[in-house]
């Protein structure tokens, strides 16, 4: 069914709209817990489903994990998850989170400098991807016609430990503030990633400017969501259960722009399937996108 990617007035999704929990699958409960606290600073809570959240006690969860030893594993060309990414305050946040990966002897996939942020990668024991990051002052941005400057230059970890040379012993968790600032995810087309993202969830497109690659936000931000095929072109979802992705939550300011925003998707044409706290649908490469209000 063809979507249109016309957004008139008022069709926009509210500039406030964030990224909230992440949902995953994995196969090891335990070990996985011992990853994210101990390479992240991510503090575990049980869940009354038996799965694990992760965060601050004082703040809502970043990421929820629920075990399964059974699950097929995760599926590397199927769409899915490319990587969530976790947002921190400053950049001696970042440099303390580079330290913290390093005491717990954990590898790096790489690490990237933006433009618009500062970023180390790396994965789980499952192989989900992970993004910590930090962010720079909007007014450094660079603009050029047709949209934001990014672009993937190396970082300088070396400079970057520098920020957090007088630190003394690392902190146990993460700061407060500390939250989930983008998903990146493998999709079968960009096409009709776009058609969902911007033509019926509302979300502005920033960057094209990346082969295989879109990225759409709110409010001028950078990207709450990252598009790519890099691995994933004409990809099918992975097998019912697998690990990786569940689902991650689009949050809106309120109830009456979650209305707003359902009434959309139900105009679409797109089957809507109750979530906690909200409705959950699927883009066009099977991701599940819990969409609820703050």
Known sequence: MAISTDLSAGVAIDPATAIGTVRLTVADLDRSRSFYETALGLQPFALEDGGLALGRADEQALIELHGDGSAPRLDRHATGLYHL??????????????ARVAQAHWPLDGASDHLVSEALYLSDPDGNGIEIYRDRPRDQWRRRAGGLEMATLPLDLRHLLG??????????TVPAGTRIGHVHLQVADIGEAEAFYHGVLGFDVMVRGYPGALFVSAGGYHHHIGLNTWHSAGASPPAPGS???????????????????LR???????????????????????????????
Do not use: C, K, M, W
């Not at 139900?266 to 969409?291: Q, T, W």
């Open 85 to 98: 990414a976790v947002l921190v305050p400053t950049r001696r946040d970042l440099a303390l989170a580079l």
């Open 163 to 172: 920020e957090a040379a007088d630190a003394g012993s690392l902190p146990p």
């Open 243 to 261: 690990i990786g992705l569940r689902s991650f939550e689009v949050q809106l300011p309120g109830a009456q722009e979650l209305d707003r925003l």
């Open 264 to 294: 959309r998707v139900r105009e679409s044409g797109r089957h809507i399937e109750s979530a906690p706290g909200g409705a959950a649908v699927r883009d066009p490469s099977g991701n599940a996108v819990v969409l609820r209000s703050r």
